[in-house]
């Protein structure tokens, strides 16, 4: 395969056996992450999760009214949306082709100019879209889909989950759903008053009083995502994009806080045994809950900050773009 | 008077803000924002440029005696439409001639232009990002370009740096891009709507001075980066 | 699990300065040009790097950065660049592309250089004209993906740089992992090839791919069967647990001085790794961490 070199390959599989890998760090451990919320003023809520050196997931969260469905008229709905910033795709091929996927479909092109005219950055949009869309879209996700109907039959709230990744170096989707899950605890709903006119007509008011908005019924159930990559016979988490080239298979499981599995996607071209599958999700389950405890605690840190700086009168700052890498 | 942002005076600009090195990957990143959110009750024109580049060319776009240049815009939601292909031409026009590209032959230079906040006119805000992720990357450049809008409104007012609102209402728009040479040539004029000759010559003079005040400002951003890394520099050798 | 969750930090802020064209570091005044802006319209001086010439033969800036003047040149530095070779310059590269007698190698330069198969050594030294069978088995030297350390041998007519791997320090690379850095951090000296007293070997590219590892025994030139297989081997040694951990350690020491934008030669290594031994190796992905070992190190390098 290219982009790697034999002996890089087994130097990293060969430290995933001994629980040393390439940065020093064990099969179990993740990198920093640098996170924050509502930084996208437009928005309904937002946030930036950076890992590491590189991986950079920027989320937006924007609620609209529209029809509800005519097959479930009752509930309102969650729609995802996963897009590379458009540089990343291109710039990989200067920078070793540290993108596992895009690496992987250029063994049958050499040059890797040609994976850049098909449709290679869609279709990894794609994935992680659907990735995201198949844990986020059902009942799994643990929000409440019924309050977010406004009038049964008529009306409702569809969230739209915008991420957008500005940079890489592993793990991204992992990062997009602790993005999603942060910009998810920072998002309002306006309410709304409804009016009964009678005759079964109703007739519902958008109040635009900021003070009113509330959150999501049951964002304290939003699962993430942990991805256990399969190198030798052992299995490390918060891949590197190293380590990525080298992973024979993937397994993302989504785990909520209540150590629930929310969801579990096979990745890459090798095979997992059974034993070794249980054995992934057990861990999974452990550093899921783990993460999402840590992440809430977090989130609730910031904005019992934000909240203070309020009620005492000071400047919000929000740092967004122009923070410091 | 009292603009529809709350801005009290025609010349006023919203404020600037700016960031350097934003992506890794690219070997040149910046965001160029009219209006910080720091102010929310103005409205924000915000666009990220980054700059590829020089790199290897793929053979079809070769040119043996200078650098290909590629610019691509990027809406800031759904996929490209004939608007950005406008915007695309028209950057293009303005940025190609100040690349060096003859010191870069047989290479490829990519610029991508990512929309992220529209309020007022975003041909002028893109001009400036990109010169600065220009810089940012390194490129040879003949001189350095910055941007500014102006609007007429129907009472015959001149107004910089104009909101969203205030274009929808405005009789004619002009957008002017200026290099920092002495000279300070003009390398993009785009006008619409009705005007006379008078009031376009006197949106290019307001305009021109108001570039001097990018430019400033870009200098500035790039200094404090340069003094920065230089000081580190210094001390760790 | 643990795992650090921080808060962006605001950039900090530099110091003001005193008027708009000099600013002022250490002591002495350093002149700062934007693209555009003229250096010096004396005829008696010669253009260099970062800059070109008007139609009345005024020296202009093409480039943000520092003026640097070296008798009569004047160039412009910009600090961030891809890597633009120079003959006898030591790189390490990625190899691209196999292609006809030669191999296209990523240098993070503009262009991919060139090694031809007549610039590289054959296995054991042997001196003889490459033939058509070197010529079909050219993979067996060196495939798409392989690693090299090679030195800068000339530029061809469009600017690509050629390179060479002939000589025993330049070989296959193996038995570690490369760190990227910027590569205008690492500074030109007398060696690029470096055994630190940990151990650890390091070929430090002038295009900044640092290649870290555990060093090759055996005489390369020697006519040993078992040595000329070496050469271009695909093999790692076998690697100890203790010797992974110090090659990590170099890696991150390595990263810690990137990030914070230092130069990188041997001695600064040395005094970075002496100072990151009180933290265990993954701790030197951390922030303050980061901090608190550059920040030593570079303090022992001014109390030389």
New interface residues.
């Given amino acids: 395969m290219p982009y790697l070199s034999q002996a890089e390959r087994d130097y990293i599989t060969e430290g995933v056996q001994s629980d040393l890998r390439a940065d020093g760090r064990g099969r179990l451990d993740y990198r920093a992450l640098v996170l924050e919320t509502g930084i996208i003023s437009q928005a309904n809520g937002s946030a930036r999760v950076r890992l590491g050196d590189g991986t950079d997931v920027l989320v937006g969260v924007k609620v609209e009214i529209d029809q509800v469905e005519p097959d479930a008229d009752n509930v309102g709905k969650v729609v995802c949306n996963v897009e590379w910033y458009d540089i990343l795709s291109f710039c990989f091929h200067y920078v070793h082709g540290y993108d596992s996927n895009y690496a992987k479909r250029t063994i049958s092109s050499p040059s890797a100019s040609q994976q850049f005219e098909g449709h290679g950055a869609d279709d990894l949009n794609n994935e992680l879209t659907q990735a995201l869309q198949r844990v986020l879209g059902g009942p799994q996700c643990g929000i409440n889909f019924e309050k977010l109907c406004i009038i049964k039959g008529q009306q409702c709230w569809i969230v739209y989950i915008d991420a957008m990744i500005l940079d890489y170096s592993g793990n991204v989707l992992d990062t997009i759903f602790m993005a999603t899950k942060a910009a998810l605890f920072n998002t309002r709903i306006p309410k709304t008053q409804i009016q009964d006119l009678g005759d079964g007509e109703f007739e519902f008011e958008v109040l635009d009083d900021v003070e009113d908005a509330e959150r999501l019924d049951g964002i304290e159930n939003i699962p993430i995502g942990v991805t256990l990559n399969k190198i030798g016979t052992g299995h490390i988490i918060d891949a590197s994009p190293l380590e990525e080239l080298c992973t024979e298979a993937k397994l993302t499981i989504a785990v909520n806080k209540d150590s629930q599995i929310c969801g579990i996607q096979k990745g890459a071209e090798g095979g997992i045994e059974p034993g070794l599958m249980s054995e992934m999700i057990q861990t999974a389950k452990r550093i899921g809950q783990s993460l999402i405890q840590q992440l809430d605690q977090k989130l609730q840190d910031e904005e019992r900050q934000v909240d203070e700086k309020r009620l005492n009168g000071e400047n919000i700052e929000k740092l967004g773009f122009f923070a410091m890498v | 008077m009292k603009r529809s942002d709350g801005r009290t005076e025609a010349t006023q600009l919203r404020a600037f ?1 700016a ?1 350097q ?9 910046a ?1 160029f924002s009219f209006g910080t ?2 102010n ?1 009750y103005l409205g ?1 024109s915000t666009v ?1 440029a ?1 700059v ?5 060319v ?1 053979i079809r776009d070769e040119k043996m005696d200078e650098a290909t240049v590629e610019l ?1 815009v ?1 809406p800031a ?1 759904g996929f490209p439409t004939t608007k950005e292909k406008v915007l695309e031409r028209a950057l293009r026009q303005t940025m190609e001639p ?1 690349i ?1 590209s003859g ?5 490829l230079i ?1 610029i ?1 232009v ?1 929309i992220e ?1 529209v309020d007022g006119n975003i041909l002028s805000t893109a001009v400036n990002a990109i010169s600065l992720a220009m ?10 370009v910055a941007s500014i809008t102006a609007a007429i409104d129907q009472q015959d007012n001149i107004l910089l740096d104009p909101s969203s609102q205030e274009l929808e209402n405005a009789t004619s728009v002009h957008t002017f891009a200026f ?3 002495s000279s300070y040539n003009l390398l993009l004029s785009h006008s619409a709507g009705a005007f006379s000759e008078d009031q376009y010559f006197s949106c290019l003079e307001a305009c021109k001075h108001a570039s001097e005040r990018v430019h400033a400002f ?2 500035t951003a ?3 980066k ?12 | 699990m643990d795992v650090q969750i921080l808060s962006p930090e605001a950039p900090s802020k530099t110091n003001s300065h005193k008027n708009q064209n000099a600013m002022d570091v250490d002591g002495g005044d350093v002149q700062l040009v934007m693209p555009g802006e003229t250096i010096t319209s004396d005829l008696q001086f010669m253009r260099g790097h970062g800059t070109y010439l008007d139609s009345e033969s005024t020296v202009i800036s093409s480039v943000a950065g520092v003026v640097e003047r070296v008798n009569k040149l004047i160039s412009v530095r910009a600090l961030k660049a891809r890597y633009t070779g120079e003959i006898g310059d030591i790189v390490v590269g990625r190899i691209t592309e196999v292609a006809p007698k030669r191999w296209k190698v990523n240098v993070n330069g503009r262009q991919d250089a060139i090694l031809m198969l007549s610039a590289i050594s054959l296995p054991g030294g042997i001196q003889r004209r490459k033939n058509e069978e070197d010529e079909l088995q050219m993979r067996k030297f060196f495939a798409e993906g392989d690693m090299v350390a090679a030195e800068v041998q000339a530029f061809f007519v469009d600017g690509a740089i050629g390179l060479h791997t002939r000589g025993h320090q330049f070989s296959k690379l193996r038995n570690g992992s490369l760190v990227v850095v910027p590569s205008a951090l690492v500074q030109r000296c007398k060696s690029h090839f470096h055994l630190l007293p940990c151990g650890v070997h390091l070929v430090l590219g002038l295009n900044g791919y640092i290649w870290v590892s555990k060093p090759v025994i055996g005489n390369p030139e020697s006519t040993d069967e078992a040595d000329i297989e070496r050469t271009y081997s695909n093999k790692n040694d076998i690697i100890d647990d203790a010797e992974r951990e110090s090659i990590a350690r170099v890696c991150n020491c390595l990263r810690a001085l990137a990030r914070k934008f230092m130069h990188i030669n041997d001695t600064i290594i040395i005094y970075t790794y002496e100072a990151s031994l009180k933290y265990p190796v993954k701790d030197l992905l951390k922030k303050d961490v980061v901090d608190s070992i550059t920040s030593e190190a570079s303090q022992k390098l001014t109390m030389e």
């Fill in positions: 803000a960031s090195s934003l992506l890794n990957r690219a070997d040149g990143s965001k959110h720091l929310s924000e990220v980054s590829v580049g020089p790199a290897e793929k691509i990027r939601v100040t060096l010191m870069m032959p047989r290479t990519q991508v990512q906040q810089l940012d990357a390194g490129l040879p450049m003949s001189s350095l290099d920092n040479t870009i200098r790039v200094e404090k340069i003094q920065k890394e230089y000081q580190q520099l210094q001390s760790s050798s």
